[in-house]
């Protein structure tokens, strides 16, 4: 987490990296969010409407999370992942 000041807002960055193995509640991080807070980094997440071909159990999660907690998902200019058409890098 990187608090970033000396803007003309304040803007905190929230860096994640998820394993593809690995379980997590992104509630953890609830209390983190503030006005101007960007989440991102390798969720390992895909979201068919977020560029991939196709959305899988964890980008439903992630999705629904997001939605859930008034989050908008920044669309990336191409794909993320270097071995497939995947989106997993989100912010």
Known sequence: I???SG???PVLVIGIYWPHR????LDDILSYLTEGTIITGDFNA????????ATDQRGA???EWTEGNNLSY???T???SRRSLRNIDLS
């Open 46 to 53: 895909t979201v068919k409407e977020w560029n991939s071909p």
């Open 7 to 9: 803007l003309s807002e």
């Open 61 to 63: 999660y992630v999705k």
């Open 74 to 76: 920044i669309q990336s």
């Open 2 to 4: 990187v608090d970033i």
């Open 22 to 25: 690995q379980k997590r509640d």
């Open 78 to 80: 191409s794909h993320t």
